[in-house]
């Protein structure tokens, strides 16, 4: 072969590993522009939402005999204009821990959810509410956790991506370090045999919207991340029990109106309600919602990731129905203007959006205005 020919070969050679590897980048960006478009697409899909409260009651030794979702809740729930239920469920009590009878139940009640999601064109989250993951237990744990996914993927796999979505753990409460490798881990369980499955993770700290916004996204496709939304915390949260001393200054309005301020509760002195009491008239307002989700907002312009608000609402026992509404109008303002899907916490216990047991006249004028807009 001629010295000519040999150096012609040669850049010939060179050009096709040039345009192959152009091909594979190609290749590679199209599939990561499928994955990426179609977390953005499936976290459309879930538009506006409600949280219905039922199975995640370890509490209530009835719950899993109760038929609490039933057509006439779809119907309700749709005629709202809501395209998704996010439905809470206790797994490690009822199923882990749970009596063969108890496991039984569960599911049961989870297929008969998901059968009417699909008769009625609603999306489904599934939510693991109150798993165990303790940083004394963290590879024990693990491992039930792993095990309740696989039953999970194995039992759904049929169900398509576009009518069920998984969500990992709900407000996780070790730290981002330990849980976001946990996360991993069930994520590529579930993957290996539905891919096309798309999954909902949170950060620590109850789903902190704070936390999220110092995380980086794993590395997986198709994966939606979502937080929690209850500032400020003495409005949403007040008097309710289960939390403390700080939240039980009651009779907040919101917006904050001077001339309507109850006086700080004597018990709320010298605890955290004191200073966000003493602040409120800087925190009680649609402006500082809007600056707390725009830090949410910018971290997923930033990685390029979806997020969804998977909890917001108000503890309706001491708060007046008319600052309940104004609350929930203004979050829900704020969440549509950044193009984030929401769920109201939630359908017809201590949070809901009802005024008695669920039904179109027992919404507010002001709640009719919130599902109508």
């Known amino acids: 072969m001629s010295e000519m020919n040999f150096k012609h070969n040669k850049k010939n050679e060179l050009k096709q590993k040039k345009y192959i590897l152009l091909l594979l980048i190609v290749f590679e960006q199209f599939g990561y522009a499928q994955q990426s478009s179609l977390s953005y697409l499936r976290a459309n899909q879930l538009g506006h939402g409600i949280n219905v409260s039922w199975l995640e009651q370890y509490w209530n030794p009835k719950a899993l005999d109760l038929n609490k979702l039933t057509d006439a809740d779809f119907r309700l729930i749709a005629g709202l204009g809501l395209k998704t239920i996010r439905l809470p469920v206790a797994f490690q009590q009822f199923y882990i821990e749970g009596s063969d009878i108890q496991k039984a139940k569960l599911l049961s ?120 939304f209850y500032e400020p915390f003495i409005f949403t949260h007040q008097g309710a029990d289960w939390i403390g001393k700080q939240v039980s200054t009651t009779g907040i309005p919101f917006p904050y109106q001077d001339h309507q301020m109850p006086p700080l509760a004597p018990s709320a002195k010298g605890t955290a309600g004191e200073a966000n009491y003493n602040n409120y008239h800087n925190e009680g307002k649609a402006g500082a919602v809007h600056d707390k989700l725009m830090i949410i907002k910018q ?37 549509d203007q950044l193009s984030i899907p929401w769920m109201i916490w939630e359908y017809d216990e201590n949070f809901s959006v009802f005024k008695g047991k669920p039904g179109i006249k027992m919404l507010s004028p002001c709640m009719v205005d919130l599902f109508r807009e």
């Not at 981002?176 to 620590?204: C, E």
């Not at 971290?299 to 929930?328: D, R």
Request: include cysteine.
């Open 109 to 228: 009640n989870i297929d008969a959810v998901i059968k009417k999601s699909i008769k009625y064109r609603m999306k489904l989250v599934l939510v693991n509410h109150y798993g165990n993951l303790r940083v004394d237990h963290l590879q024990y744990d693990t491992e039930e956790l792993l095990g309740l996914w696989t039953l999970l993927e194995k039992r759904y796999r049929k169900i398509s991506g576009n009518s069920l979505y998984f969500e990992l753990l709900n407000e996780p409460v070790i730290s981002d370090q330990q849980w976001l490798p946990v996360a991993q881990k069930l994520i590529a369980r579930i993957r290996k045999m539905s891919p096309g499955r798309t999954i909902i993770v949170g950060a620590s700290n109850y789903n902190s919207i704070y936390e999220l916004s110092r995380t980086t996204p794993l590395p997986f496709k198709n994966i939606i991340y979502t937080f929690h």
């Open 299 to 335: 971290w997923s312009n930033t990685n390029h990731v979806p997020v969804l608000c998977g909890e917001y609402g108000v503890y309706k026992k001491f708060a007046s129905g008319q600052s309940i509404c104004n609350y929930l109008t203004a979050v829900k303002n704020e969440l």
